[in-house]
């Protein structure tokens, strides 16, 4: 189960910390990943991280502005956001695949097996 947190109205060009909170004990050995979605918008791939974080990958619409990061004591992973636009504003989920290999990382939706509830992040101008 994940659930995530931490959104909110921002003016453009502030920050936001989205923490995601996972049960379970095998949290050390899911991909995590984060999405969005916008209303009348596909769901995008924002980011995503290894089983230890060894590696990540980035949209290019995010790429230097946000970053992906994860405490497995924690049972958690994070999203930092930065210098966040107004396009920046949608449902924001974290989401976890549990079929990755230790140093792997998922872009595809349909590579991951659960899903969070979705946290709302709105940026005014």
């Known amino acids: 189960q994940l659930q995530a947190s931490g959104g909110g109205l921002v003016q453009a060009g502030g920050s936001l910390r989205l923490p995601c909170a996972a049960s379970?004990?095998?949290?050390?050995?899911?991909?995590m990943g984060w999405f969005r979605q916008a209303p009348g918008k596909e769901r995008e791939f924002i980011a995503t991280i290894s089983w230890a974080g060894t590696r990540r990958y980035y949209s290019d619409s995010v790429k230097g502005r946000f970053t992906i990061s994860r405490d497995n004591a924690e049972n958690t992973v994070y999203l930092q956001m930065n210098s966040l636009k107004p396009e920046d504003t949608a449902v924001y989920y974290c989401a976890a695949d549990d079929n990755g290999v230790s140093d792997s990382v998922s872009v595809e939706s349909e590579r991951y097996d659960y899903w969070g509830q979705g946290t709302q992040v709105t940026v005014s101008s």
């Open positions: 379970g004990r095998t949290f050390s050995t899911y991909v």
